[in-house]
């Protein structure tokens, strides 16, 4: 078994490492970990009384996202979505608060979709624009968090 590679890129390669013919062309289906995140995403709801909250969506798609942080001592203590979209934009957004979850607000903006992509091993090329959603909502809210207090840091 060959190792696996840190680039989501690597998951759309005609031929695996032992040189077996894999799928041609982009990944077209939702694997375990997608179907996972979004038969059960995780971290689903609202926190009523959030340090920071953010509204993102994407108006090419339709999809939109809600997401809400609680921060204690610089750290992500709790962290909360709605999501209104296809299954990647749900099960991208679990997966983006389970990335920023007990993060310092420092190491939390530093995810990329990137990250989100790799955490789940790929999702097809036609829907990482999903990726974006839950990154840039956690982004905007700790903008708001950093914003709507003396938080600057």
């Given at each position: 078994m060959g190792t696996k590679s840190n680039d989501w890129r690597e998951?759309?390669?005609?031929?695996?490492?032992?040189g077996h013919q894999s799928l041609e062309g982009p990944v077209l289906f939702y694997n375990e970990l997608v179907i996972d995140h979004f038969s059960n995403p995780?971290?689903?709801?609202?926190?009523?009384?959030?340090?920071?909250?953010?509204?993102v969506g994407d108006p090419s798609c339709g999809d939109q996202m809600k997401l809400w942080i609680k921060v204690?001592?610089?750290?992500?203590?709790?962290?909360?979505?709605?999501?209104?979209g296809c299954p990647h934009a749900i099960a991208t957004s679990s997966m983006a608060t389970v990335l920023a979850f007990g993060k310092?607000?420092?190491?939390?903006?530093?995810?990329?979709?990137?990250?989100?992509?790799?955490?789940?091993?790929?999702?097809?090329?036609?829907?990482?624009?999903?990726?974006?959603?839950?990154?840039n909502a956690l982004l905007a809210?700790?903008?708001d968090y950093q914003r709507s207090s003396s938080h600057n840091g």
């Open positions: 998951l759309y390669k005609k031929k695996n490492e032992q995780r971290n689903v709801g609202e926190i009523p009384d959030a340090d920071g909250c953010a509204l204690r001592e610089g750290k992500i203590s709790d962290i909360k979505f709605k999501t209104f310092t607000i420092a190491e939390a903006k530093q995810l990329t979709d990137d990250d989100v992509i790799i955490a789940l091993g790929g999702i097809p090329e036609k829907k990482r624009h999903c990726s974006l959603m839950g990154v809210a700790i903008e």
